[in-house]
């Protein structure tokens, strides 16, 4: 049997509610020329009944390691020229199969990235999300998010996995911005003005639940990689890196405010322990600060 043009690999973990759209969305780009791999963790909700419903899946049930292990298991059985990686709880959007194949008609692009939908589960429509990607040493410097490459819509040649290495296994939250670090050394990341994918930011997924983990992810994996890159501007870097962190974890405290008052209250003593001045300007304190603190005080596990 030949070759399929595109490999969908999907890991999943008690995503029954979101799983079927996943499945429904590739099918809905009209091509034959796909296989799509579902790697599930045993998932004990209605993921399995849903896959059982289609018969197309290239599925395997079994435990993991996690998220990176899956995917790399899945990356393994791949067949196809490109690979299409695809979350149980994102879609892709129509005609983003066409699109896709057009751009890897070049035979000088390895990899490229476009727009999202983001649906942010509110009620509300889904907006755009655009996709930012010009110096690859803008990812040394995470914190000003100069860089937002958006995974469902990153789609790269399967030669290169086997060039630059799989994901790795012991990271659990930036393994596709780390594996994008390594492509980017050899390959140029092509923009596609076009949104291609739904990301859905449903209050169970990765993203949503773990935002703080992910900075302190990519603070470990970065941090050194930029002393390493500037080893004349580490004090400077160090500086710029809690100013710029201090700044974004007061926004995700501003945002936590009216949903989760104990998520705020952490997001802001982290704020506070990168950089105490920048938490004292009043753009901030006179927006939030007086109103926040005295009710729910300073953290006691934050000494």
Not at 236 to 241: F, G, H, V
Request: proline share 5%; net charge neutral; aromatic share 10%.
């Amino acid at each position: 049997m030949s070759a399929p043009f595109f490999s969908v690999v999907t890991p999943s973990w008690n995503q029954g509610d979101w799983i079927e759209g996943c499945i429904q969305s590739v099918l809905a780009q009209g091509s034959a020329d796909f296989e799509h791999i579902v790697f599930d963790n045993c998932s004990t909700d209605s993921t399995a009944s849903v896959l059982a419903r289609h018969s197309h899946l290239i599925t395997r049930v079994e435990k993991d390691g996690g998220q990176s292990n899956a995917l790399n298991k899945a990356f393994a059985l791949a067949r196809g020229e490109i690979i299409c990686w695809l979350n149980a709880d994102d879609q892709y959007l129509p005609g983003a199969f066409d699109i896709v194949r057009r751009e890897f008609a070049n035979p000088g692009v390895d990899v490229i990235f476009g727009d999202c939908e983001e649906d942010l589960c509110d009620g509300k429509p889904p907006r755009i999300r655009h996709a930012r990607f010009e110096h690859r040493e803008d990812m040394l410097i995470w914190w000003e998010k100069r860089t937002d490459l958006l995974q469902p819509a990153v789609f790269f040649r399967r030669s290169l996995l086997a060039e630059v290495g799989p994901l790795r296994e012991d990271l659990h939250l930036i393994m596709d911005t780390e594996l994008w670090w390594r492509m980017s050394e050899r390959h140029r990341f092509h923009h596609v003005d076009a949104a291609l994918a739904r990301q859905q930011r449903q209050p169970d997924s990765k993203t949503v639940k773990t935002v703080a983990r992910i900075y302190e992810e990519k603070d470990r994996l970065f941090t050194p990689l930029l002393a390493d890159a500037e080893p004349n501007r580490i004090t400077a870097n160090r500086r710029a890196r809690r100013d710029g962190m201090a700044r974004r974890w007061l926004g995700l405290a501003q945002s936590a405010l009216t949903k989760n008052r104990g998520i705020a209250k952490d997001f802001l003593w982290r704020a506070f322990r990168e950089n105490r001045f920048v938490v004292a300007w009043p753009s901030w304190w006179k927006a939030w600060l007086l109103a926040v603190w005295p009710i729910v005080g300073a953290p006691e596990d934050f000494e």
